[in-house]
């Protein structure tokens, strides 16, 4: 195999990735179940070579949950589901499968956004060299942010787990809310900004509404017989679809959802001080971009007391496209190829026996996006304020 040329991580490249490059996509994990994986079936697939492709080299998985010596426990199975990298890369007869955090994806991902796929939101100067970070809800609450090498300027992605960090109300409604949320998740004696920062957590906001005694009577008998026969990831799309609609309960509801959402995005700008921009990621706000302009949004985004000028001065961007963890993930195993420089062995797959299906604890339903081709990408692309003046 030819010599990759592909500088690493972060580096000024100019070079597309080769078409020994494959990028896939799949929308099982965005639903309930998932058909089953027969392991056999998966090797024979992955051993069919194609023209101008070949036999894979790397696999890179993004996934939901924290990664520990290269396996995973997905965060958001009910029954639970392991993945080992090791294990795959066998019985897949790939060379290398390495797993990384979803979020970790996002923000490598973030290296490949090009003009048209962001809008900046604000006035903040983009700083050479300072630390980035990403915060997207989706099925869940990402977090993460990335650090550039003092000599080289290279960035690094680091993942987090910000997500789960304790929701703090606002206000009296705020409150009443968390009572209700504890009531919901007594068991866990604690409750989490990803319980109201998400599509389960849009539905949570609604479920609160429509029992609180200032709602209860303004609920919309129409709503809510849509909401009783989604199922629970459709559930958040009735609620956007009534707010777009005018219903007073819905538009309460995304209110509420937009002011938590832009509070903890200027958490996370406090917290890591992102000169080099802070980006909005996910389904909810590539859906729903009108949510993250709203005045709701971005003054509980700014008010934070007397650091809100601070906060104002951190570019802030909401990504319009929906498939920066998967450029992300292919972005990794470039590195990967590169590094290598091709000389890997194939480990032979043992006998083998099939996945059992599994069942997510919470969906939003989100539809994925057609694939986008993602392009080798450098510093040079990162966002800056001649860039990104104009949008």
């Not at 490249?13 to 392991?39: D, E, I, K, M, N």
């Not at 005045?295 to 961007?317: N, T």
């Amino acid at each position: 195999m030819p010599t990759p040329s592909t500088p690493p991580l972060g580096s000024k490249a100019s070079a597309r990735p080769s078409s020994r490059c494959v990028h896939a996509s799949s929308g099982w994990a965005s639903f309930g179940t998932h058909p089953s994986l027969s392991p056999d079936l998966s090797a024979q697939e992955a051993n069919e070579e194609r023209p101008g492709i070949g036999h894979p080299l790397v696999c890179c998985l993004a996934c939901a949950g924290g990664i520990v010596n290269n396996t995973v426990d997905f965060t958001n199975i009910k029954t639970g589901w392991k993945i080992d990298g090791e294990v795959l890369a066998t019985i897949l007869e790939i060379p290398v499968v390495t797993l990384i955090n979803d979020f970790e994806a996002q923000g490598y991902g973030l290296l490949t956004l090009g003009d048209r796929e962001v809008h900046k939101l604000n006035n903040g100067a983009v700083r050479a060299g300072a630390p980035i970070a990403c915060v997207g809800a989706g099925t869940g609450l990402g977090e993460c942010f990335l650090t550039a090498d003092a000599t080289s300027g290279n960035y690094t992605c680091w993942p987090c787990e910000g997500g789960h960090a304790e929701f703090s109300p606002r206000d009296q409604l705020g409150v009443d809310f968390l009572v209700f949320l504890k009531s919901l998740h007594s068991e866990k004696k604690r409750v989490s900004i990803e319980r109201i920062c998400s599509g389960p957590g849009l539905c949570a906001i609604y479920h609160f509404l429509r029992q609180h005694w200032a709602f209860a009577e303004l609920t919309n008998p129409k709503i809510e017989a849509a909401m009783d026969a989604a199922p629970a990831h459709k559930q958040a799309k009735v609620i956007a679809d009534g707010s777009k609609a005018g219903d007073i309960v819905c538009k309460k509801a995304v209110s509420i959802f937009c002011t938590y959402y832009g509070s903890e995005l200027g958490v996370a700008a406090l917290k890591y001080l992102p000169y080099g921009g802070l980006y909005i990621s996910g389904g909810i706000a590539a859906k729903n971009p009108d949510w993250i302009t709203s005045e709701e949004f971005q003054s509980a985004y700014k008010d934070k007391g007397r650091l809100s000028p601070l906060v104002e001065q951190i570019p802030l961007y909401q990504v319009k496209v929906e498939d920066t963890g998967e450029r992300g993930a292919l972005f990794v195993a470039c590195k990967i190829l590169c590094e290598t420089k091709g000389r890997m062995e194939v480990k032979k797959a043992p006998p083998t026996k099939k996945f059992a299906p599994l069942t997510t604890k919470d969906d939003e339903g989100v539809t994925p996006t057609e694939p986008v081709s993602p392009k080798s990408v450098s510093r040079s692309s990162l966002p800056s304020p001649s860039r990104f003046g104009g949008l």
